[in-house]
Structure formats: C-alpha cells, structure tokens
C-alpha cells in the first residue's frame, strides 16, 4: 500500500496540532439508528477525531461482551447492513470527521467485496477494519481497496512477530490498529513498562501512524500513551456508558477524555 490515503493525511495533519488523536466505536443501530446518530453529534462535539462505526454481525469474535451484547441488541432491533449503510451515509455527510467501518467479512462475502467497497468510496468512508480478514486471504479486497484509494487498517497484537509486523504493515494504510493486549474488547489493560516495550516495538516496524485500542477508558490511560502512540481508541467504555446512563452521558466522557 505504497500510497499515503486521505485518512493517513488527515491523520497526520491533525497530529500537528495534538500529541494524540481520539478515536472512539460505536455499533450502528445501539441503542437506534436515531441514538447512533445523537452519540456521534455528542462526540464529534467534544472533540473527537475520527470514529469508527460498526456494522452490527452476529458474531463479531474479536469483541468482548459489551460490544457483543450492543451488536445482538442492534439486530434484534431490526438493523441491516443496508441500513447500517444509509445511516453511515448520512454521518459522513454531516459531520466532519474521518469515519471508518469495522466490521467482519462475513458481510463483505454476504454483499460482494467490490460492491462494498465502492459503496464505502461512494458513502465517504475512509477505511475498513476487517478484524478476520488477513492480508494473504483478502487480497480481492485489498485490491479494491487500493483501487478507490481506501485505508485497510489491520491490527497488531503483542503476540505479533515482527516480520509479521512489517508484513501487515505493508498491506495496510491509513494507521495500524495495535491491541493494547491478547484476548477480545472490553477486559482490564495494564498501562505499563510491558505496554511501552510493545509500542515501541510497533513503532519500529510501521510507518504508518500507530492506533492503540483494547481496554482505554480514563484520562490516565490518554496520558500514559501521549508520546507512545498516535491514535487513542476507546470502544467498550462509551458503549458501557450508553447502557448504564444513557446517551446523554457520551458527550461529557469523551470531554474529560480531552480536557
């Protein structure tokens, strides 16, 4: 993925303004469609950055319980991935944020890849993270991707080699997505030297900016990884937060992440 896309400018053009960018995860159609949309208003507002939007699958491996639980909920709420993309639609073209789909292939292969990445190009959508899609079984993808001069994101892990590294690094663009630990979403991360040694490690075989996810939740935690990394991604929490104090609670979480 020799050249630099529109989401790694961005990127790299807010970061001359920030030491770290905020990127956050919402599941389309949690709690509504009409919800989804107000949580988005809510952050863009406080301050995120960019924002990775979740089309809702029945069973997304990579998350922990409460993304999990949110994408059960979506559909049982009747949403679609048609929906998911008409409201993604309108989310781009409202706000003024790079937004990014995650999802897994299994809607790519149910909707045709071509025909999905095109859509992302034609809704305004940045990249894709495809969490079970690795580099050597998608390169239909890939291709596509490349084609409408889109960012696949893929993901390090602290079990990653570092030849396996810089080979996911040379099929991504836009960022790297490094789990801040083994396991799924929404667990305890321990912010420590270990954690430091990782990164750094991450650094070194990327040059493309570095997004780190998995268990951030506090300003101690944006703190801890300011210098560190790039991008700080915080899913589960706002999730937890919709579900315990409702949407009107995402707006003042994501300032005191900022503040």
Avoid: W
């Avoid at 030849?163 to 321990?190: H, P, Q």
């Avoid at 560190?228 to 003042?252: C, F, H, L, N």
């Amino acid at each position: 993925m020799p050249e630099q896309t529109k989401l790694e400018l961005a990127i790299r053009q807010k970061l001359q303004q920030k030491k770290l960018l905020l990127m956050t995860h919402i599941v389309l159609g949690y709690p509504s469609f009409d919800d989804s949309l107000r949580v988005v208003e809510d952050m863009v507002k406080a301050g995120v950055d960019l924002m990775e939007l979740q089309i809702p699958f029945s069973e997304p491996m990579a998350d922990g319980p409460v993304i999990l639980k949110a994408n059960a909920e979506a559909l049982k709420a009747g949403a679609t991935v048609e929906k998911s993309l008409e409201i993604a639609e309108r989310i781009v073209s409202e706000f003024d944020i790079p937004f990014l789909f995650m999802t897994y292939y299994n809607i790519l292969h149910t909707y045709g890849v071509n025909e999905f990445v095109s859509r992302c190009e034609s809704i305004g959508i940045q990249g894709c993270i495809i969490p079970d899609l690795p580099p050597a079984e998608g390169l239909d993808y890939l291709e596509a991707m490349q084609a409408d001069k889109l960012a696949p994101v893929h993901i390090f892990t602290p079990n990653t080699p570092d030849d396996r590294m810089r080979f996911l690094s040379d099929n991504s663009a836009g960022f790297i997505y490094s789990v801040a630990r083994k396991g799924v979403t929404g667990k305890e991360t321990t912010f420590s030297d270990d954690l430091s040694d990782y990164l750094a490690r991450c650094r070194a075989n990327t040059t493309l900016p570095l997004a780190v996810g998995f268990g951030v939740k506090s300003r101690e935690d944006i703190d801890f990884l300011t210098g560190k990394a790039d991008i700080a991604v915080v899913g589960s929490e706002t999730i937890r937060i919709v579900e315990d104090q409702g949407v009107s609670a995402v707006k003042g979480f994501v300032e005191s992440l900022v503040a």
